[in-house]
């Protein structure tokens, strides 16, 4: 069964950096790309940050240059780290990870979300 559970989000204020945790189960014994998503209050769910299984990212326009993304095989987990922080990247952080096989997306999974708030 697989399990992600992000940990990590808070208030912060404007120029500060949190680091976000998803741990996960089931995930990585398979073929697996693992992404960072967001969801601000009346927006779509939009993608920040992948990484695939042989470690190669990419990054929304938004987030170039503030935020990496990494990921621990031995652990299992994925991070976020997120720094010079802005308003504008209030919102529900989620944590997703696509189960191949081949080069077939099996599965698709999400975690509950963490809040994160950057206000002064």
């Known amino acids: 069964q697989v399990q992600l559970v992000e940990s990590g989000g808070g208030l912060v204020q404007p120029g500060g950096s949190l680091r976000l945790s998803c741990a996960t189960s089931?995930?990585?014994?398979?073929?697996?790309?693992m992404a960072w998503y967001r969801q601000a209050p009346g927006k779509s769910r939009e993608m920040v940050a992948t990484i695939n299984n042989r470690g190669v990212k990419r990054y929304a326009d938004s987030v170039k240059g503030r935020f990496t993304i990494s990921r621990d095989n031995a652990n299992e987990s994925v991070y976020l780290q997120m720094n010079n922080l802005k308003p504008e990247d209030t919102a529900v952080y989620y944590c997703n990870a696509e189960l191949f096989s081949g080069l077939v997306v099996q599965s698709v999974h999400w975690g509950q979300g963490t809040q994160v708030t950057v206000s002064s």
């Open positions: 089931g995930v990585f014994q398979y073929g697996n790309a």
